[in-house]
Every structure is written in C-alpha cells, then in structure tokens.
C-alpha cells in the first residue's frame, strides 16, 4: 500500500495556536509529535517511509518536510499545491504520479490532523481494505458514532459484501440534532473519518467518470510537475500548471465520487478516532485534572472546573472559570466559552478582514534557514529575535528603506556586508545601511541566535531584494 496523506488544512478552529502560516497538522495539539508526525508515526507498521507521499499547501512545504526529516521522507514525494482545491483534485493528480510508477498501487488516503487512538486496530482495518480495493471497491471508513454529533457528516450502512464490509447505502451531510439522535438510534450510520483505501486506477476511472472536468486535466498538470528550486526539492507546479490547478473546481472526493459511485464499500472501524475539529475536542483525547481541566504550561488556576487553559511561555492566572477556553500565544490571547468553540473560525474570518495580521501570521514565523519572532515593535522599528540553523543561510539581500542593527547572542555568524565579509561571536554587533547588499550565515555546528533592529518607515518583507538564495526564492 501506498500512504496518501493530504495536509493542506489551515486549522482556523484552533487559532492562535494553529494559523494559515502554521496549520494544525504542524502543531504539537495531541501526543508527542506534531499531528503530521503522529499520523506519520501510526503508518509505519504497515506503510513504509519510502511508499508515504504528501500534498501540502506550497506555504507549508518547507516546515513539513523538516518535520519529516528525522523519519527519511523522501522530499520529492511532497506536492506542493498553489491553492487549496479540497481533496477529490488533490487526490487525483497524486494517483496520476503514482500510478506512472506502479501501474497496480493501492493508495491509502489519510488527513494529517486526524487523532486514532487505536493503531492497532487502525492497522489491522487497512489491511481489510487493501484487500477489498484489489477487488475494485473504493473502501471507506466508517466510525461507530459515540453521540448525536452533528459536526460530522454520516455512513448509511447497506447490504453485507462480505466478511463484516457493506455497500453505503447513502452519504449523509452533517445533520441535526434530533437526525443525529435518530442515527445513534438506528445502530446502522458511521460517522465518515475521510479515511478511504483504493487502486489508483480505480479512482481515476471513477474520476473519469463522475468528475471529468477535473479527470481531463489531470494529465496536463502532472505533466507541469518539477522540482522546486533551491535546497529542499520537493514537487511543485510550472507557471502553466499553478493557472490551470487554480482554475478547476474545489470540490470533496465524496462529492465528486463517492456519493455517485456504485464501487463504495464501508468498513466498521473502531479505532479511537476523532478529527480535532475544535479546541473543546480536547476533552475526548486529553488528560484531565481532579476538576475537568486540561491545563498545559505555565498555569496558576484555582476553584476552575472543566476549562481548557494553555499558556506558551508566560504565567496564566485564572480564578473561578466554568467551561471555558483560555489559549495564550506570543501575541494573541484567545478566551471563549467552551460551547462557542466552533466558531473560533469566524472569530479568526474577522480578523483577516479587519486587517491583524494576527489572524495568519505567528509571532514565529518558520523560514527555510530557521525562523524569527517579532518581539516588539513601533511605527519606526521592529525588534526581532531571528534563529539560524546550523549550515543555513538567509538570501543576499538588500532594503530600501530601513537599516538593521544585529547583536549575536549566541553561536557564531559569517556577515557578508557589500564586499566585507565579517566573523561575529556572542556579544559582537553590526550595522547593515540601506541598499547594503547583505548575507548573514550560520557556519558552526550550534544554532545561530541574533537580536534585530530594523529602523525606518517600511518596515515589512515587501523590502527585500533577493540577488542569490538557496533556498530559490530570488
């Protein structure tokens, strides 16, 4: 089996924490490992590294593939996409790519931010599946409801195919309360997880034809796939197939397909599922105090009850708080009933639209060489604390219209500054005039940690001239 994991998510119901610039799959919200690690993880015993692929926003690529580094995923297995099209596009370019190399694969589809409890049983059911796909079935999971939950969309159970596998009768949207109710009831709907085993030429036929507006362009968009340029060589679309992926429709894989299909099978899977939609999911798959909180970090509460408390770095003090949900970032501090924790989305919808930054962007903001994080700012300077990894580099560069003062505070820098190239270690300081073409570079073997001023009246990444970068970004 081939693992097709789609981690093009942006995890708005989870901000500040999870943002468009640094989704949810990317994020420590469950377990040891990020959500994209721990989805990773689970396949191993099934899946081998070699056989994994994945699709990303083209903002992600880099951030993903160094949070795969330390398992050996191959770079030239990430797709990145130049806009989120939903999953049946998705899908179908990856079975384009990997049905060029193994005619008869078998393609596991699996969404990064999912949480399963039970990899066990996990294991064991897609094992089941690739079974039936080799018979020409599109396998879906389904999963034994717990409650009328009306956030998720359902599995009508039909007639047995063989060996506890069953025909779905009908996909249903997410429902009311009292069609949720009747479900549970009923003992015959699954909730659908988004989890779907099949060939890769099964689902191109069922593309083909249910979805030929996206089917006819598969072929010419697999054909403008290149490697991106610079260091980290992942997949990424030529100019011709960024305008041709961005113009089709962004249609589901079960709108597109499944619900149209006469090839879906359903298997019951019991695996402790949830998909994290929300910050008081939370309470299904994290540990609880004596109160019913769920407290991480740096966290004085008293006389609180079944509240979700999370700071990052500073001290959070709260007093007599019932059922609510208090998230603490650098800049952003997130507090809400619990029962409105759907609608952190909208929260975060208005945000962009009055112009916060805050609504995408994090304090730290990961970069192909490191990262940095805006500590402080005013309408003619920006402070920054800016972090370079062992052997990277930012791009030759130069601004217009600010000057930057840098201090090392530890490790030790290479400065090119015009034709002047410099050797910083702790303590040292430079200045970088304007229109100076500048490199700042980590050669050791520690990580690079400099505080920055940057002084003038434009002060964002707009002014940037990039003249040489490894990264491909000039």
């Known amino acids: 089996m ?22 949810k799959q990317l994020q420590k919200i469950v377990g040891d490992g990020t959500m994209l690690q721990n989805t990773v993880q689970r396949l191993l015993p099934l899946i081998s590294i070699e056989n994994i692929y994945l699709a990303t926003n083209h903002q992600q690529a880099v951030e993903t593939l160094r949070q795969l580094d330390s398992y050996g995923f191959i770079s ?23 049905i060029r190399k193994y005619p008869d694969a078998v393609m596991g589809i699996f969404p990064a931010d999912h949480v399963v409890a039970n990899s066990e049983n996990l294991i064991k059911t897609l094992q089941k599946a690739e079974t039936l796909a080799q018979k020409g079935y599109l396998v879906t999971l389904g999963i034994p409801p717990t409650r009328p939950e009306t956030g ?25 309360r009292p069609e949720a109710e009747q479900y549970l009831e009923d003992g015959n709907y699954f909730w659908n997880c988004g989890v779907f085993v099949w ?32 260091k980290s060589a992942y997949l990424e679309l030529n100019e011709t197939g960024r305008d041709l992926f961005s113009s089709l429709p962004s249609l589901s894989i079960d709108y597109a397909v499944m619900e149209n299909s006469s090839k879906v099978a359903l298997i019951p899977a019991n695996i402790g599922w949830n998909d994290v939609g929300a910050w008081n999911a939370l309470d299904e798959v994290s540990e609880k105090d004596s109160a019913g909180n769920i407290i991480s970090g740096n966290v004085l509460a008293q006389d609180c009850y079944n509240s979700i408390i999370q700071s990052e770095s500073r001290l959070i003090a709260v007093l007599g708080l019932n059922d609510t949900i208090v998230v603490d970032s650098p800049d952003a501090l997130l507090v809400c009933a619990k029962e409105r924790s759907q609608d952190v989305k ?50 030759l560069q130069s601004h217009q219209h600010r000057s930057e003062h840098w201090t090392v505070v530890s490790g030790s820098a290479e400065v090119v500054r015009d034709e002047e190239t410099f050797q910083l270690e702790s303590n040292d300081s430079i200045t970088i005039p ?41």
């Open 2 to 23: 081939y693992g097709v994991i789609l981690a093009g998510g942006s995890g708005t119901r989870f901000w500040p924490k999870s943002r468009e610039q640094s989704p």
């Open 199 to 230: 060939k890769a030429a099964t689902i191109l036929e069922e593309l083909q034809q249910h979805a030929g507006n996206i089917y006819s362009q598969l072929e010419t968009i697999a054909g403008c796939i290149q490697k991106a340029k610079g």
């Open 152 to 176: 998720f969309g359902y599995l009508q159970q039909g007639a047995e195919i063989e060996n506890e596998a069953y025909q779905v009768e009908r996909f249903v949207e997410k429902p009311d």
């Open 346 to 395: 909208k929260l975060v919808e208005s945000l962009n639209e009055n112009g916060h930054p805050e609504g995408k962007q994090p304090a730290t903001v990961n970069k192909p060489w490191g990262s940095y994080t805006i500590l402080d700012s005013g309408p003619s300077y920006v402070l920054k604390r800016i972090e370079v990894l062992p052997g990277e580099a930012l791009s």
């Open 76 to 98: 030239d297995h990430l797709i990145a996409e130049p806009c989120s099209k939903n999953t049946a596009l998705a899908i179908g370019l990856m079975a384009k790519v990997i």
């Open 434 to 474: 304007k229109n100076a073409k500048h490199r700042l570079e980590n050669l050791g073997s520690d990580l690079l940690i400099i505080v920055e001023i940057q002084i003038g009246h434009l002060l964002d990444e707009s002014d940037i001239s990039r003249y040489e970068d490894r990264y491909g970004r000039c």
